[in-house]
């Protein structure tokens, strides 16, 4: 959930101001650095008229201490990061820890992937404009990059054991197809 105005959101928000997180737990962040956990939870909201069921909010408040370097000084920072799902689960079947390491996942899969997507692989431009061939575009997209990072992550371990960035791998490859001593056009199609 993003959108603050909605009437679920201020309901949860004033009722988890009113009391402590429901949950605490310590987790492993980015690069192996302790990140503390806190979650509050709430069933049977019927405040979204749209959704005609009650729902589930959940907020997660997760703060890391890390290192960095400012001004060639290193420096001991914080950093907190609040996310809020709203759900139909029940807390029984699905603990607000599983949903916490959801949104973490569901975060990690926009930021990571649809930069990635935006930076490396040209979504952000259209090169057709016809709604049919733009949704066929991106259908054949998708399915090159997940052929593609199956092949590099399934295939070429080296790469992360040595901490060498993909975009140097892609590159090599490039490199290294472009100074073949042969065409590969022989071994992509069949003559004839």
């Not at 490039?174 to 590969?184: I, Q």
Request: charged share 30%; aromatic share 10%; proline share 4%.
């Amino acid at each position: 959930m993003k959108e603050e105005r909605r009437l679920i959101m201020q309901d949860a928000k004033g009722l988890f101001d009113a009391r402590p997180a429901d949950e605490e737990w310590i987790e492993q962040g980015g690069h192996g650095r302790r990140m503390t956990v806190q979650a509050w939870d709430e069933a049977n909201l019927e405040s979204w008229p749209q959704v005609r069921v009650p729902m589930r909010m959940v907020k997660a408040v997760y703060t890391e201490e890390m290192w960095i370097v400012m001004g060639g000084k290193k420096q001991r920072v914080t950093e907190v990061t609040e996310r809020w799902m709203a759900t139909t689960c029940d807390a029984k079947v699905v603990p607000a820890r599983t949903l916490a390491r959801i949104m973490a996942a569901r975060w990690d899969i926009e930021n990571q992937g649809f930069h990635d997507l935006k930076t490396y692989w040209h979504m952000d431009h259209a090169f057709v404009h016809d709604p049919v061939a733009i949704r066929a575009w991106l259908g054949i997209l998708m399915v090159t990059v997940n052929l593609f990072y199956t092949f590099v992550y399934g295939h070429l371990h080296h790469f992360r054991e040595r901490k060498i960035p993909l975009t140097e791998v892609v590159e090599e490859m490039k490199e290294e197809v472009r100074w073949m001593p042969e065409s590969l056009a022989p071994l992509l199609w069949a003559s004839g």
